[in-house]
């Protein structure tokens, strides 16, 4: 007898469940997510900003809802959308209707991972949108936020915006965080801007950690696109981003302790703060810590910011570096050429 073709789907390692008749104890919690530093808080913001499972009350007294494992498949789908692929697996090994309902988001996994090499050129595959974006909509398809923030993005790089926000606005529905502050760019950027429905979800995705978010935030609070100014409250979102690891905001908060606008002016936070986005590859941050280690008397160092923020596209550094330059020894330049050449960013967040 020929073998049925094995399906990626069988392919995953699957844990035997007992049928829920077997009279063993039933499944009733579980946490994906182990304990913090300070405590058992969830920091996850893919499963405690998750609306649809905030707003599904389970009563543990009661025994037709005090079992997990009976949730319906499609309540099931709509709280794991926006799960990344290790949190559906460990979902999917909680009990055997869990791994039954989760098959699509498993699926399309697949479909994200495939998308992703094509947009990208990975995995010995030329480039290529129109494929990408056929991946992307079948992960879609299969209630995968992950996915629809992709096919947004193609879309969106393909000009037919309007199909890219339906596709933001579907996992921003859905709790994703990028869904959500993808959408409230687009909505900024719309003509007219959309500001207040725009605010709306660039404070929900913040909410839920979404560093890039939080940036869009405190920009839109500090550029007065909220219905009133709050620097104060601006400021607090970029320090949380900057604390992200979000080099833009390390940028920003660098200027605000630089002027003391917002906060208290304080110069060695301030260079705090522009050194660590020098180092994450800002390239205007690199100017401005090379000027400042210009101004200390270090030129070796100073050449090296300046040169890498030169080569990042800031013309007026390179003039800066000229005059350095020639105060030093062929040597000592050198050493900075090198340096600069040998130089990577430290890794920086831009989610």
């Not at 182990?34 to 920091?43: A, E, F, M, P, Q």
């Not at 559906?88 to 090994?93: D, G, K, P, V």
């Amino acid at each position: 007898m020929a073998m049925a073709a094995i399906s990626p789907e069988s392919q995953m390692n699957q844990r035997t469940w007992p049928c829920k008749s077997d009279g063993g104890p039933r499944f009733t919690a579980i946490s994906f997510i182990g304990k913090g530093k300070h405590g058992s808080k969830n920091d996850n913001p893919r499963l405690t900003n998750n609306p649809t499972i905030n707003n599904f009350q389970i009563n543990p007294k009661n025994k037709d809802f005090a079992d997990f494992s009976q949730l319906p498949d499609d309540v099931l789908l709509k709280i794991a959308a926006n799960f990344t692929l290790p949190n559906i697996r460990a979902a999917s090994q909680v009990c055997k209707s869990w791994c039954d309902g989760l098959r699509p988001l498993r699926d399309a996994m697949l479909f994200l991972k495939n998308g992703k090499r094509f947009k990208h050129g990975r995995g010995g595959v030329k480039p290529d949108l129109n494929k990408a974006l056929e991946s992307f909509l079948k992960g879609a398809a299969l209630g995968s936020t992950l996915a629809m923030v992709d096919a947004g993005l193609v879309y969106w790089e393909m000009g037919r915006k309007e199909q890219g926000i339906a596709f933001y606005r579907k996992a921003a529905a859905l709790g994703d965080p990028a869904g959500q502050c993808n959408l409230g760019i687009c909505l900024l950027q719309a003509n007219p801007p959309n500001s207040e429905e725009a605010i709306t979800w660039l404070y929900k995705a913040s909410v839920a950690g979404y560093v890039r978010a939080q940036y869009q935030l405190a920009l839109c609070l500090h550029k007065n696109r909220c219905p009133s100014r709050n620097l104060r409250e601006a400021v607090t979102w970029f320090l949380k981003a900057a604390e992200g690891g979000y080099a833009r905001a390390m940028y920003n908060i660098a200027m605000r302790y630089s002027v003391g606008e917002g906060l208290v002016q304080s110069h060695k936070l301030a260079r705090k703060w522009m050194k660590r986005a020098a180092d994450r590859g800002h390239s205007k941050a690199q100017f401005e810590h090379g000027l400042s280690l210009f101004s200390e008397g270090n030129m070796e160092k100073a050449v090296v910011y300046l040169e890498l923020a030169t080569r990042a596209g800031e013309t007026a550094a390179d003039h800066v570096k000229y005059v350095i330059l020639q105060e030093m020894s062929t040597s000592c330049r050198d050493r900075a050429m090198l340096l600069a050449d040998n130089w990577r960013p430290l890794p920086s967040s831009s989610r």
